[in-house]
C-alpha cells in the first residue's frame, strides 16, 4: 500500500503563488505516475498535472498551462506542484494522486490508485 500526504495550501491573494508538495510511504518502489487533481465546491474533480517516473513525461490540464509546473523527487518519493498568477477559480481541495506500477499511464488522468487526504488551496483578496 502507498500512502500519500499533501502540505503546504493555504490562502493566496489573486496573482500570486503557491507550492504543494505530496510525500508517498509505504511500498513506494510501486510508484508509477504521479500527480494532482483538484476539486472546487460543488464542482467534479479535475485533472491538474501529472509527471512520469522518468520527468520526461508531464501533462497539465487546459485550465492550468502555462501556470502551474509540476516536479518529482524520485529519491525522496515526492511530488510538487509550483502554482503561479493564482486566480480565484483555482481555489479549491488539491489531491496528490499516483498511479500503481504497470497499470495504464493514462490513468493518471482519470483514475489514479492512490489518493492523498487533500490540502486546502483559496485565493481570495
Known amino acids: 500500500q502507498i500512502q500519500l500526504v499533501e502540505s503546504g495550501g493555504g490562502l493566496v491573494q489573486p496573482g500570486g503563488s503557491l507550492r504543494l508538495s505530496c510525500a508517498a510511504s509505504g511500498r513506494t518502489d510501486n510508484l508509477y505516475y504521479m500527480g494532482w487533481f483538484r476539486q472546487a465546491p460543488g464542482k467534479e474533480r479535475e485533472f491538474v498535472a501529472g509527471?512520469?517516473?522518468?520527468?520526461?513525461?508531464?501533462l497539465y490540464g487546459d485550465s492550468v498551462k502555462g501556470r502551474f509546473t509540476i516536479s518529482r523527487d524520485n529519491a525522496k518519493s515526492s511530488v510538487y506542484l509550483q502554482m503561479n498568477s493564482l486566480k480565484p477559480e483555482d481555489t479549491a481541495v488539491y489531491f496528490c494522486?499516483?498511479?500503481?506500477?504497470?497499470?495504464?499511464?493514462?490513468?493518471?488522468?482519470?483514475?489514479?490508485?492512490?489518493w492523498g487526504q487533500g490540502t486546502q488551496v483559496t485565493v481570495s483578496s
Open positions: 494522486v499516483a498511479v500503481r506500477r504497470f497499470r495504464p499511464s493514462q490513468l493518471i488522468t482519470s483514475e489514479p490508485d492512490y
Open positions: 509527471i512520469s517516473p522518468s520527468l520526461l513525461s508531464i
